[in-house]
């Protein structure tokens, strides 16, 4: 009788969570019978139906410490206790720690040699904002018509009206009309020669290029050193400023502290983007530039009403910490290798479906033969959240903590959901 009492009592509440739906904007494609309720490290709860979840998307490569991590928690409550907002008209502690640790850790660990200043704010779209102009800045004071910026196909760096600009997806941006002048698309994949021709041809109205190292949502494709060695010399030499989006692949993701703590010093970029696991699912983002950048600008240039507050900054000062430790990156690596040595196992006992696995540390995809739409609809009806990318990559991007463990459940959820479509 109370079990009936209490069963009935669950359903009404998913009823009316469901039914609370109708006041969202029609944006977003998410399944009926999924509403999160919690997390753990690497799994999710839906306590109103009664399900666990073991998570390979960490919030689209975002709770790279896991849900619900007990630290950031600490830090969110005595932080909060003490001070959430203060602006941008006075300076508070834990926006200039950030900033320090930022720019000490990326060249500790590898990262951009000249970082030298960061631009504080809430989400990658804006960090990729500030970046652009940024960039445009810097190229109007050498020439008023220095103001193109190159993207390249398959990038992605966000919503909002510029970033949107330099975002190659048709179907994001051709319902928005007009966006930005003066972006041009090339394909990372032509030859380097071709590439350097037409920055060297069009110099004088070129602000910058940005480039995703590993790009992340177009489906997972890591650009090769050379490329981007080769793209940095011909923009250093025609003073185009180079910008690395490292909003999805940075952080820890591919096992160094930034994706192109990999590449030689010459590919390093002049200004890079920072998001999602800075603030471990606190929003916050960071724009970090060099001399040259920051030279170009004045009080009054951009600004923002929330970037730097010291809520987000002392998540990120933690986050930094946590990451930005040899060992902690090493464990990354490690993951990564039993996740792409088990999805390369799957591969080859599906390699008409399975067409390529590529990837680095955490951030693996595995791109299949067709759209996965209905494996991934699978695997989450067997307890296994994963993302697509592109047209028909599967995207693993769990917390940078997961337990081994829960990587080969994970992969043996995955393998059934394989082959329950596919056999
Ligand atoms: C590479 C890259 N840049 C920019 C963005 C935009 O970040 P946000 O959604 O925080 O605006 C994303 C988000 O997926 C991304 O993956």
């Known amino acids: ?70 630290k950031v928690a600490e830090i969110l409550y005595k932080q909060a206790n ?4 203060s602006s941008n008209l006075y300076y508070n502690k834990e926006c200039l720690d950030l900033s320090a640790n930022l720019i000490k850790k990326t060249k500790q660990l590898g990262g951009q040699f000249d970082a030298s200043k960061v631009f504080l704010c809430n ?43 330099v975002t190659s997806n048709p179907k994001y941006r051709t319902p928005f009309g007009d966006l ?10 032509d030859e380097l020669t071709k590439l350097k021709d037409y920055i060297s041809s069009n110099k004088n109205e070129l602000a910058g290029l940005i480039v995703e190292p590993i790009q992340g949502e177009g489906g997972i494709f890591p650009i090769p050193s050379e490329k981007l060695t080769g793209l940095t010399q011909i923009c250093k030499d025609n003073d185009v400023i180079v910008i690395y989006d ?11 502290f930034w994706a192109h703590a990999h590449l030689p010093k010459e590919a390093h970029p002049d200004i890079f983007t920072s998001a ?16 040259k950048v920051n030279n170009a600008l004045k009080v009054g240039d951009h600004g923002t009403t929330y970037g730097g507050n010291p809520l987000g900054s ?27 040595a088990g999805l390369r196992e799957l591969q080859k006992k599906f390699p008409e479906q399975i067409k390529d696995i590529r990837g680095q540390g955490l951030i693996i995809g595995a ?30 991007v769990p917390a940078l903590t997961i337990e081994d463990e829960t990587i080969h459940e994970g992969l043996k959820i995955f393998e059934k959901a394989v082959e329950s479509v596919y056999k």
Not at 35 to 58: H, M, P, S, V
């Open 1 to 70: 009788m109370l079990k009936r009492f209490l069963s009935s009592t669950a359903s009404r509440r998913v009823a009316n969570v469901l039914d609370e739906k109708i006041y969202q904007v029609t944006t977003y494609a998410r399944p009926d019978d999924l509403c999160i309720t919690r997390g753990q490290n690497a799994k999710l709860y839906d306590d109103l139906n009664g399900k666990e979840y073991i998570d390979f998307t960490a919030g689209i490569a975002v709770t790279a410490l896991g849900h619900s991590n007990p």
């Open 82 to 85: 003490k001070l959430v907002h």
């Open 123 to 165: 989400s990658g779209t804006e960090a990729n904002e500030a970046a652009l102009k940024f960039a445009k800045k810097h190229g109007i004071t050498i020439n008023p018509k220095k103001q193109g910026i190159i993207a390249f196909q398959n990038s992605f760096h966000g919503r909002t009206m510029g970033a949107l600009s």
């Open 180 to 189: 930005i002048p003066n972006v041009s698309f090339l394909n990372v994949n």
């Open 246 to 256: 490292e909003i999805q692949c940075g952080l820890g993701r591919t096992g160094k």
């Open 276 to 291: 999602k696991a800075l603030g471990n699912g606190f929003p916050i983002a960071a724009t970090v530039v060099n001399e």
């Open 314 to 340: 002392a998540v990120g000062n933690y986050v930094l910490d946590v990451i930005g430790d040899e060992k902690f990156l090493k464990q990354v690596e490690a993951k990564g290798k039993i996740l792409e």
């Open 367 to 396: 791109e299949f033969a067709e759209p996965p739409t209905e494996v991934i609809k699978k695997a989450r009806d067997l307890g296994l959240l994963v993302i697509t990318a592109g047209k028909s990559t599967a995207r693993f």
